[in-house]
């Protein structure tokens, strides 16, 4: 056992936990964070992004302990005050998600393009979300979904 | 997982000296390999060194006719590095293609030379470039660094520090990507270096190779019609469910004129 | 396209944001393996390595005793317990009237195994990471036998057996249709064109794996189980009468939310039994989440078709007649639906939108050493679709007709309908023609020319891929199935309850795991109370609070689940009726419900509907003698017949001839999807449907060796589309609504799966065809393509060699 301190969402928390647990089960099974999803055990499928240092990484390839003294944001860490993101609010206008699985994993992973790429076409869009896999919406409305947060999100709201 | 112990140095001697120490030890960069390697227990380390406290190794600095990276440096860090792009920007524009952005953010220069996947996009640049990898103790040219599948010279406990890249005359890279993993089904380097042509091929077979007849053929003539008729034999090629080693014969040679076509 | 409409926000036609987003996007949801129940522990199962061995013996001394450990269980403690076999929902019975082969199908292997993943024993720990530490250490001593990996090995002679008994591998030999009659019609044909083609064997892939949270309750004897299901009510119902042998009662089944299905959570897998009975031999919840690679050994596949098929046509083009041959794979037990695939959800279809006066098809059903193959996105139809626009195309290249107007000239004419075909269906309504021509104008077909000459300046060339669709779904009227073999009826449940302040909870017996019932749901009781969708909340997923429903596959929440809900309004309405009646002094003769009012007809005499809820709660001036207290009315509703959803799919393509890359590069399709509820949520449907037809066409294979070893059971080697690999999609609507249910709904859930992929071969093959090369089989990956132009590059070359010279 090791003892780990990890600063989520803003939050510190200390846990106890084996040297091998991963980042994603940190945040699934010691913090009840459970909007980060396990979609695969091969590090393709992104269900499981989360920002560290507002970097966009896959928390099943990540040792817990690797995440010590740096800031780690979930999709729980996104809505202030009740009020989604301006990238949670673009995925609901534009129908950018139906069984929900995927979309935190996206959610985050686009923010970190936005911060890149203020105004993202839709080929950067596409190829930068080759680390996502949905399997409902076909992407089209994700897509739309990406421009539209970009767009919010330059707004500075 | 097996289970391991887990070490976090915050000097490069430190963790030197936690792997001789320990004949199970493993060095622990980006992760981004070995951690599925782990996950799926195809490797059992005693113990993982993690190199995330040395920041010393993440530096980028081009000087005179080299650009060094730290072995830490992240793909994505080498993507975006101004200096890189200024020198070798086919250096760069590789590794903005590795993997997939979630990656890049973890996977780093060192990591990925170090583990030596035979479909990895590095090896292809550090051979065709002419690179040198800078460890702890020693330099080691490219040419004798990659000495099989998933093997290279490093000695057990030889910590790669950074990687020396000659600037080029001008490079580019080809890459046919696997289309589930990312990873190179074929992927191509032609550099037109002070030391002559170098044509460099990962993905295809056990380990990332040079191809004599090409480079031959670019020296005399640096066109993609250089490359008509001219293939890399089958035989040793890889062969597998996505791609028959003809079929990576063929990507070879079709890559490599891409190539050479993107360097005009 | 043509479905908006802007001005509406509330009810029926209004594209209205989803309600359910909001816990998704806040990272709220509650998934099945986002639930830890206190003093929980965990399974992991050891599963076979090999695809056929006989168990001499499973050793789990050395698991029992590891760290947190509590039980490891095998076959014999299954066998002990009594716990059935897992049962299959549909009986097929084949040409000679003969049941179909049906193998037992024990929850952990009883002493052989028959496809790699087949469970053997369950270990439970305290931990995840201690239960699969410690499944490791359980000892099998396996003694491998012959097996039969792929479908084209199972009916050779001497293959390996999957049931020994069975006295060969064939679970059925069915047919349908008139086979003399299509003799004839191939005896007078002008032009017989012969088509083979293989229908690729592909994973569903739901994002969320499964998973299952068992919770026996020993203080009042009862059972919990969580489970990722598309069906919780008919996952109660096969464990309680099957599999756990409890009362209904006695099991409550939840299936919270649920991260995709695509059919491959229908079906009653072993695992859901397996925890609910292992908690009550432990004590303690037992949870058990699949992992991707698990996943893929473990769930049941899609597809996996190979067919011979022969279209007779007149001299003018004219469609005489149609025969099939089928061999489909069963895998090595049979999974819940998995006989009514590819009978009759499949050659039931072969008629598609045309008009086919003569159709005779033969089925065999196989089993091999693999998973079980079951319902998959479109189950039957897309197969059905596959098999007749490839053999349509191939036809208008025979007589050199245009492969658009071979297709106008056999179409089913509005004026047909009601189509009987000569498959058993009857189509109700449609207007093919219509979808073919907004789907072509969507296309820019006039545009083509130029598209294609701008590829070809890029060294690519182009190709346009046509395919047009009809598919059977809101399945189904229970007494028709039933005749055809369906161990369960097909209706749909609803619950409206009326609050007494005039807000509305539903519960219905179907199921969302991304289709938007939430939101869809509440649209049909705002547009027939009045109410906003706000004030309207859909309950689903739990057998303890909904009525007793099937679920949600074949496209048929909407029209059926949808129509039950109806139903249940109706009464509701009613009801109020005469409540306002009594509050408004008239005759419920003379009282109308209008715009969420009750109102005396001729009158500004009106009631709000939120006083009659009112009145019906707190019944102090009521018409107590006549009529209940209260505003809550239920209903069951069995469709009459299936809806026929169709339309046409187009695609266009750029293959790299160098490497043999085929880009989808435009998709413009036009479907009927019947009354359209919330157009932004319909077009959804279809996007997610064409990714994973495009996926089956270009990306897609689960891959078994000779032997039955899976051999590409990660993402690292089963190729999923990502966004860049396809484009965005012209969606666009006619809509005909259906003739036998209440809204006019015919459902779109698998339209893009069904409709899509002829239309990428086609488009592949007609880039393809200036080299002359003819036949190409999904999924069209880089090496096919290359190898295709190749071998038609080097058949050109021979060609043009004088005779003689060379042989």
């Known amino acids: ?157 | 997982m097996k289970p391991f112990e887990l070490h976090r140095p915050s000097t490069a001697q430190e963790a030197v000296g936690l792997v001789t120490a320990r004949d199970g030890a493993k060095y622990l960069a980006g992760g981004q390999s070995l951690l599925p390697v782990l996950k799926l227990e195809l490797a059992e380390p005693s113990d993982l060194v993690s190199l995330a406290r040395l920041p010393e190794l993440r530096k980028i600095t081009a000087a005179g006719d080299a650009v060094t990276i730290g072995a830490l440096a992240t793909h994505d860090e080498v993507s975006r590095s101004e200096d890189v792009a200024r020198a070798i920007p086919a250096l760069a524009k590789l590794a903005g293609a590795i993997g997939d952005p979630q990656v890049r953010n973890r996977g780093t220069l060192g990591g990925s030379v170090a583990h030596a996947d035979p479909a990895a996009d590095y090896p292809a640049a550090l051979l065709a470039l002419g690179a040198t990898v800078v460890t702890d103790r020693r330099e080691i040219a490219a040419d004798a660094f990659f000495t099989g599948l998933f093997e290279t010279a490093l000695g057990r406990d030889e910590l790669v520090t950074a990687v020396r890249f000659p600037i080029p005359k001008r490079a580019a890279y080809g890459k046919f990507a696997h289309r589930a993993s990312k990873y190179a089904l074929v992927g191509v380097m032609v550099a037109d270096t002070a030391g002559g042509v170098r044509v460099a091929v990962t993905g295809a077979g056990p380990k990332v190779f040079r191809v004599p007849a090409f480079e031959a053929a670019l020296t005399a003539r640096m066109d993609p019609s250089a490359l008509d008729g001219l293939t890399v034999p089958a035989a040793d090629l890889n062969s597998d469910a996505e791609a028959s080693a003809e079929y990576r014969a063929h990507l070879i040679s079709v890559m490599a004129r891409r190539a050479v076509q993107a360097l005009a | 396209m043509a479905t908006e409409s802007p001005a509406k926000t509330q009810g029926m036609g209004a594209a209205i944001k989803r309600k359910e987003d909001r816990r998704f996007l806040l990272g709220k949801g509650s998934y099945t393996d986002d639930i830890t129940l206190p003093n929980q522990s965990y399974a992991v199962f050891v599963r076979s390595m090999y695809a056929h061995a006989k168990i001499n013996s499973v050793d789990t001394a050395a698991a029992r005793a590891a760290q947190g450990v509590l039980a490891v269980f095998t076959g014999t403690d299954v066998a002990a317990d009594g716990l059935g076999g897992i049962p299959c929902g549909w009986l097929v019975k084949g040409k000679d009237g003969s049941n179909m082969v049906e193998p037992p199908h024990p929850a952990l292997a009883q002493g052989v195994v028959r496809h790699v993943g087949d469970p053997i024993a369950m270990v439970i720990a305290t931990s995840k990471a201690a239960a699969r530490a410690a499944a490791g250490l359980v000892e099998i001593d396996y003694e491998p036998l012959p097996a039969v990996g792929r479908l084209e090995d199972a009916t050779a002679p001497g293959a390996p057996l999957v049931w020994q008994e069975a006295g060969g591998n064939v679970c059925f030999d069915w047919h349908l249709g008139d086979a003399a009659n299509t003799d004839a019609a191939f005896a007078g044909a002008a032009h017989i064109v012969k088509i083979d083609v293989t229908n690729n064997r592909v994973a569903p892939n739901a994002m969320e794996p499964r998973a299952a949270n068992g919770h026996y309750d020993a203080a009042n004897d009862h059972y919990t189980l969580y489970t990722t299901s598309q069906n919780p009510h008919l996952i109660r119902l096969l464990m309680a009468a099957f599999t756990l042998h409890v009362p209904e009662h006695k099991l409550r089944v939840i299936a919270p939310d649920v991260g995709g299905g695509f059919g491959s959570k229908i079906f009653h897998y072993a695992e859901e039994l397996l925890v609910a009975w292992a908690s009550r031999r432990v004590g303690r919840p037992v949870k058990w989440t699949s992992e991707r690679s698990e996943a893929f050994a473990t769930d049941a596949h899609g597809r996996d078709h190979m067919s011979h098929a022969e279209l007779a046509l007149d001299a003018t083009g004219k469609f005489l007649g149609l025969r099939v041959k089928t061999l489909a794979n069963m895998g090595a037990y049979l999974s819940t639906f998995a006989p009514a695939v590819p009978t009759y959800l499949y050659a039931t279809l072969l008629s598609g939108p045309y008009d086919l006066p003569a159709i005779y098809a033969e089925v065999k059903a196989i089993f091999t050493h693999t998973v079980a193959v079951d319902a998959y996105r479109g189950a039957g139809r897309p197969e059905a679709t596959y098999l007749l626009e490839r053999l349509v195309d191939k036809a208008a290249r025979q007589l050199g007709m245009d492969r658009v107007e071979l297709r106008r000239k056999n179409l089913i004419r509005p004026e047909q309908f009601p189509y009987q075909t000569q498959v058993a269906l009857q189509y109700d309504i449609g207007d093919y023609h219509a979808t073919l021509d907004l789907a072509l104008a969507a296309n820019d077909r006039a545009g083509y020319e130029r598209r294609r000459a701008e590829s070809a300046a890029r060294g690519k060339l182009r190709g346009f891929g046509i395919s047009t669709y009809i598919e059977a779904c809101g399945i189904a009227p229970s007494a028709l199935v039933g005749a055809l073999g369906a161990r369960a009826g097909l209706y749909e449940a609803a619950t409206v309850r009326v609050h007494p302040t005039g807000s509305v909870t539903v519960f219905t017996g179907t199921h969302s795991h991304g289709q938007g019932h939430e939101t869809t749901f509440a649209q049909i009781i705002a547009e027939k109370l009045g109410v906003s969708t706000d004030a309207v909340e859909i309950v689903h997923g739990d057998t303890d609070r909904i009525p007793f429903g099937m679920g949600t596959y074949g496209s048929r929440s909407a029209a059926v689940g949808g129509s039950a809900i109806v139903k249940a309004l109706d009464k509701i309405v009613d009801k109020g009726k005469k409540i306002a009646a009594h509050l408004l002094e008239a005759s419920p003769g003379d009282v109308e419900f209008v715009d969420g009012q009750y109102r005396v007809v001729g009158t500004d005499r009106a009631k709000a509907f939120g006083e009659v809820a009112f009145a019906a709660y707190v019944p102090h001036n009521y018409p107590i003698d006549t009529v209940e207290p209260g505003l809550e009315e239920s209903a069951f509703y069995d469709p009459k017949n299936f809806t026929f959803p169709g339309g046409t799919h187009l695609v266009e393509v750029e293959v790299d001839p160098e490497t043999g890359v085929v880009e989808v590069v435009d998709v413009a399709i036009a479907d009927d999807v019947g009354v359209i509820i919330n157009p932004m949520i319909v077009d959804g449907q279809a996007h997610g449907g064409l990714a994973q037809g495009i996926g089956q066409a270009l990306y897609e294979e689960v891959r078994y060796d000779a032997e039955g070893q899976l051999t590409n059971g990660t993402y690292m080697d089963y190729c999923m589309p990502r966004a860049a690999d396809l484009p965005s999609f012209k969606v666009g609507n006619h809509v005909t609504a259906c003739t036998h249910n209440p809204l006019g709904i015919k459902g779109v859930g698998e339209v893009g799966a069904i409709g899509v992929p002829p239309a990428v071969i086609n488009a592949v093959l007609d880039a393809l065809h200036p080299l002359g090369v003819t036949d190409i089989s999904m999924p069209a990956s880089p090496e096919k393509v290359w190898r295709a132009i190749q071998a038609a590059k080097q058949a050109a070359h021979q060609a043009t060699q004088p005779a003689g010279k060379g042989a």
Not at chain 1, 64 to 69: C, D, I, P, T, V
Not at chain 1, 109 to 136: F, K, M, Q, T
Request: with cysteine.
């Open chain 1, 1 to 157: 056992m090791a003892t780990i301190t990890l600063t989520v969402n803003q939050q510190t928390h200390t846990i106890d936990c084996p040297p091998t647990t991963l980042l994603v089960e940190a945040l699934r099974e010691h913090l009840r964070l459970t909007g980060t999803h396990v979609g695969c055990d091969t590090s393709q499928c992104g269900a499981c992004t989360v920002e560290v240092d507002g970097k966009s990484v896959k928390a099943c390839t990540m040792l817990a302990a690797e995440a010590e003294g740096a800031q780690v944001t979930t999709i729980e860490g996104l809505a202030k005050g009740g009020e989604l993101h301006p990238m949670q609010a673009a995925f609901r206008e534009h129908h950018g998600l139906q069984c929900g699985f995927c979309t935190p994993g996206m959610i985050m992973s686009a923010n970190d393009l936005c911060r890149r790429v203020p105004e993202p076409s839709e080929h950067e869009i596409r190829h930068w979300l080759e680390g996502n896999l949905c399997r409902c919406t076909g992407y089209h409305n994700i897509v739309k979904a990406v421009r539209a947060g970009a767009t919010a999100m330059r707004g500075g709201k």
